[in-house]
């Protein structure tokens, strides 16, 4: 292991970290738990154990749906910034289409983040 990993793992464990007795499936590094947290010491990939293969599935599932959440928030804020260009150079009586669009873009992205907040809690219980 070289010497930055090494420090990198003693300021986790300084920090509060708990190492475990398990390494990193992708760089053999030891394991850390930070509060429900399982992660990698050295590149901090979140690392979740699953009891059998149906759980395996549901993970994995809730994993990629997570992931086009993410991915279509981000592509909604890209809107948005499209959006708000056109505002700035439409005369104010010509934005009606332009503030209802963004106004349905907006609500969109709130239901994701509620979304988002609903498979947190989820996740912890």
């Known amino acids: 292991m070289d010497p930055q990993t090494t420090k990198k793992l003693a300021h986790l464990l300084r920090s509060g970290?708990?190492?475990l007795d398990k390494t990193c499936p992708e760089c053999n590094v030891p394991l850390f738990k930070k509060g429900d947290?399982?992660?990698c010491g050295s590149c901090n990939r979140e690392v979740i154990y699953v009891k059998?293969?149906?759980e395996k599935i549901e993970v994995e599932s809730q994993l990629l749906?997570?992931?086009?959440?993410?991915?279509l928030?981000?592509?909604?804020?890209?809107?948005?910034?499209?959006?708000?260009?056109?505002?700035?150079?439409?005369?104010?009586?010509d934005?009606?289409?332009?503030?209802?669009?963004?106004s349905k873009?907006?609500?969109?992205i709130s239901q994701i983040e509620t979304l988002h907040e609903k498979q947190k809690s989820e996740t912890k219980e």
């Open 95 to 102: 934005i009606e289409n332009q503030l209802d669009l963004l």
């Open 37 to 39: 947290k399982i992660f």
């Open 73 to 93: 928030k981000n592509v909604l804020y890209g809107k948005i910034d499209n959006l708000t260009q056109e505002i700035a150079n439409t005369p104010m009586e």
């Open 65 to 71: 749906h997570r992931q086009v959440l993410h991915q």
């Open 17 to 19: 970290a708990t190492m």
């Open 105 to 108: 873009t907006l609500y969109v």
């Open 52 to 54: 059998d293969d149906q």
